[in-house]
């Protein structure tokens, strides 16, 4: 059995934080598919209920893909995107999929 990575990125409720569902879906995901080597695959979670107003998942074949792909070029422009679409801090987690 091949085991992933899974990147969580995710953005905190609070008091006047904003997220703009559309432009991550349409505009920062591509952005990040496009210029960090190894995302194998991405998600969007549109919250309901929760502590944050949106989740972003990206996929890797493994810590070392992972650890390429934030070391990228591509993974700057991605955080020199984040004001474009939330006010908020991502808090991001790394697991593994069993």
């Given at each position: 059995?091949?085991?992933?990575?899974?990147?969580?990125?995710?953005?905190?409720?609070?008091?006047?934080?904003?997220?703009?569902?559309?432009?991550?879906?349409?505009?920062?995901?591509?952005?990040?598919?496009?210029?960090?080597?190894?995302?194998?695959?991405?998600?969007?979670?549109?919250?309901?209920?929760?502590?944050?107003?949106?989740?972003?998942?990206?996929?890797?074949?493994?810590?070392?893909?992972?650890?390429?792909?934030?070391?990228?070029?591509?993974?700057?422009?991605?955080?020199?995107?984040?004001?474009?679409?939330?006010?908020?801090?991502?808090?991001m987690?790394?697991?593994?999929?069993?």
């Amino acid at each position: 059995m091949t085991t992933m990575i899974r990147v969580s990125v995710m953005y905190p409720k609070g008091e006047g934080a904003t997220f703009d569902l559309a432009y991550y879906k349409s505009t920062h995901m591509p952005i990040v598919e496009k210029g960090m080597p190894g995302v194998v695959r991405t998600e969007v979670d549109q919250a309901i209920d929760g502590p944050y107003l949106g989740v972003g998942h990206l996929y890797f074949e493994s810590m070392d893909a992972m650890g390429a792909a934030f070391g990228s070029p591509g993974a700057g422009e991605a955080m020199a995107d984040i004001p474009n679409f939330t006010n908020t801090t991502p808090v991001m987690q790394v697991a593994e999929i069993l």
